[in-house]
């Protein structure tokens, strides 16, 4: 069966947004989308999920497309509604991958879940905020200086950046999605965001906003507070992967997170950027990932 989307109920009721494929008896992969995305983001791995045996389950984060929102949440909140939804999935044992705004989400689950998670990703993750020997925005492009500069003064200084700077996002098209993008997108990307992978990204992005900028607004908020967790906690074999020329998630933000997780293996990729590191890179990615999670 190719990936498609599903709906469960969490605690209290709460409607997730599910996007399942792969092998169906595999290992579960759960996947964490960018900021701001939604749970279609890694429908098109789902073939290459199955050749690994791997089952795919990528969840919307509450106010994103069809999920709840669920106010205040910081980034440890990730673990506790994965616990959940594989729960209700009837999944145990798991790996995890986190790509851009989803790698904090990623290390919640590979921290707040010993035992059960047996390895995570990075994907060109954000680093937390206000930590020794990381400079958060510095490398970053414009609009990220800006969106986090607004995200620091409150949700409504946030929320009306967001109306301002993020509308278009609501309702752009493949074609002027690199334009949309500014100056966090270097030529490798640029390159990336063409023809049917642009078509699809900014499908993506239409459906995770439809709603409204909950979702994103909750994903930044998230990301200049604690994240409820400490990274040093991690137990399990984690892969930080990070394109050296990424300007949305510079690569500095990689190497501290390299460090600060205890025996990390640091993946730097010469000459990619935040997209086309994990375009190009995918197939590398889940078979490192299906590697150290072991038989």
């Known amino acids: ?26 290992l579960p992969l759960v996947l964490h989308h960018g900021t701001p995305s939604d749970a279609t983001t890694f429908a098109d791995w789902d073939a290459a999920c199955a050749a690994r045996g791997l089952r ?5 984060r509450p106010g994103y497309a069809g999920s709840a929102r669920r106010p205040g949440r910081d980034v440890a909140q990730a673990a506790h509604d994965t616990a959940a939804l594989l729960d209700r999935l009837g999944h145990g044992r798991f790996v995890t991958a986190g790509w851009s705004g ?3 989400h990623a290390l919640a689950c590979a921290a707040l879940l010993p035992g059960r998670c047996a390895a995570a990703a990075t994907l060109a993750g954000v680093g937390p905020w206000g930590v020794d020997g990381l400079d958060f925005l510095a490398g970053m492009g414009p609009e990220n200086v800006a969106e986090f500069g607004a995200a620091l003064a409150g949700e409504a200084a946030l929320r009306g950046w967001m109306q301002a700077h ?20 270097p030529a490798i990307d640029r390159d ?19 709603p409204g900028f909950d979702g994103w607004i909750d994903d930044d908020l998230a990301f200049t507070r604690p994240w ?42 010469p ?22 999670a072991g038989p």
């Open 228 to 269: 409820g967790f400490e990274p040093a906690a991690i137990a399990c074999p984690v892969t930080v992967w990070q394109g050296e020329l990424d300007l949305m998630v510079p690569q500095a933000h990689g190497r501290w997170l390299a460090q600060a997780v205890p025996g990390a293996q640091l993946a730097m990729v």
């Open 102 to 104: 989803g790698g904090p």
């Open 1 to 26: 069966m190719p990936a498609h989307m599903t709906t469960h109920a969490l605690d209290g009721g709460r409607v997730v947004d599910v996007c399942l494929g792969g092998d169906p008896a595999g």
């Open 192 to 210: 990336v965001l063409t023809g049917g992978y642009a078509e699809a990204m900014a499908g993506v992005i239409r459906r995770a906003l439809a």
């Open 271 to 292: 000459g990619h950027g935040h997209l086309s590191l994990v375009t190009v890179y995918r197939e590398s990615i889940l078979d490192a990932l299906r590697a150290a």
């Open 166 to 185: 993020g509308e278009a996002f609501r309702h752009v098209g493949g074609p002027a999605l690199a334009k949309a993008f500014g100056g966090l997108v």
């Open 56 to 60: 795919l389950v990528c969840a919307s």
